[in-house]
Antibody, heavy 122, light 111 residues
Framework: QVQLRESGPGLVKPSETLSLTCSVSGGSMSRYYWSWIRQPAGKGLEWIGRFYTTETSSYNPSLKSRVTMSLDTARQQFSLRLTSVTAADTAVYYCASTPKAYCSGDSCYAGWGQGTLVTVSA | SYVLTQPPSVSVAPGQTATIACGGD??????VHWYQKKPGQAPVLVVY?????PSGIPERFSGSNSGSAATATLTISRVEAGDEADYFC????????????FGGGTKLTVL
């Protein structure tokens, strides 16, 4: 299983753009699908979206208009951009990996980063 | 969108068996995955595809998803203090525009 590590600003101002990077080591990114998931303090896990290819991604409908994901296999990085953030976007953000053909429908998350806390505040 | 329901909390004494339920409409027709989440740590996949265990997960962790009850179940046998954590179930509803669904989580307390 690859190792994942999220990085990015811990503080973002309201209405600005949240940008996070997931650095991947220990294996080829092409063997996995990549997702972002977040957890607000005291709440459950919320799926943000999954990246399959440049042409194919799946996003949470409630966030779709504000989310962009991208993959840079040369750099072994997976990125998230979330625009027009509000306090409701304050959460720990995780990148997660799904090994291809590992679980039914490629639907489980076998690898997770440690998470990075992003606070939206002026 | 699809909804998964979990009890907020389950308590069990060390050495006993913990059972955590995950309810959803026709859940027996879906593949259910379970994650363990400890404070400040990344989630860990403990059961996938209803009952399969990833490499490195103890046999004490098992899952089921069958029968007439609209629930999937995570069972932890011979519970240890280190099992205290939040446990989340998850399914992928491919027919939904919100395909990825997590349950609200169950806090397992080891007495």
């Amino acid at each position: 299983q690859v190792q994942l590590r999220e990085s990015g600003p811990g503080l973002v101002k309201p209405s600005e753009t949240l940008s996070l990077t997931c650095s991947v080591s220990g294996g080829s990114m092409s063997r996995y699908y990549w997702s972002w998931i977040r957890q607000p303090a005291g709440k459950g896990l919320e799926w943000i979206g999954r990246f399959y290819t440049t042409e194919t991604s799946s996003y949470n409908p409630s966030l779709k208009s504000r989310v962009t994901m991208s993959l840079d296999t040369a750099r072994q990085q997976f990125s998230l951009r979330l625009t027009s953030v509000t306090a409701a976007d304050t959460a720990v953000y995780y990148c997660a990996s799904t090994p291809k053909a590992y679980c039914s429908g490629d639907s489980c998350y076998a690898g997770w980063g440690q998470g990075t806390l992003v606070t939206v505040s002026a | 969108s699809y909804v998964l329901t979990q009890p907020p909390s389950v308590s069990v004494a060390p050495g006993q068996t913990a059972t955590i339920a995950c309810g959803g409409d026709n859940i027996a027709g879906k593949s259910v995955h379970w994650y363990q989440k400890k404070p400040g740590q990344a989630p860990v996949l403990v059961v996938y595809d209803d009952s399969a265990r990833p490499s490195g997960i103890p046999e004490r962790f098992s899952g089921s998803n069958s029968g007439s009850a609209a629930t999937a179940t995570l069972t932890i046998s011979r519970v240890e203090a280190g099992d205290e954590a939040d446990y989340f179930c998850q399914v992928w509803d491919s027919r939904s525009d919100h395909p990825e669904v997590f349950g609200g989580g169950t806090k397992l307390t080891v007495l």
